[in-house]
């Protein structure tokens, strides 16, 4: 039986956020879509939720925004990584690994 999709712990979306534009500008249907597909389902972001943490994390600088069109033909707004963005991204997975590796310890004894 599968299970729930999993809560974000907050501020967690920025960083998979980040992560998704590493390889490239993605609007923000593709975005939802890379997150679901790479977690296999496992984690669940409703569309009411991206928007605002894109629009949070371009005012932070960490990414740029570009009108363009979807493959559908469809006017759609492309984030890309800024070098602040890619700093901040390295960051955030240096502390969240550690993070991990801390509740793993604590969960284990």
């Known amino acids: 039986m599968k ?3 999993m809560e974000l712990v907050q501020g967690t979306l920025d960083m998979l956020i980040l992560k998704a534009l590493i390889w490239g500008p993605k609007h923000g249907w593709d975005i939802l879509c ?3 597909d790479t977690s296999e389902g496992e984690i669940a972001i409703e ?3 991206i928007y605002p943490a894109l629009y949070r994390i371009e005012d932070r ?5 570009n009108w363009g069109l979807s493959e559908n033909n469809r ?5 890309r990584l800024t070098e602040k963005g890619r700093l901040e991204l390295t960051s955030r997975t240096t502390t969240w690994s ?5 509740l793993a310890r604590i969960l284990a004894t």
């Open 34 to 36: 890379w997150l679901r």
């Open 98 to 102: 550690r993070y991990v590796r801390v």
């Open 47 to 49: 569309e009411g939720a």
């Open 3 to 5: 299970q729930d999709p």
């Open 61 to 65: 600088g960490y990414i740029q925004a």
């Open 75 to 79: 006017r759609a707004k492309y984030y």
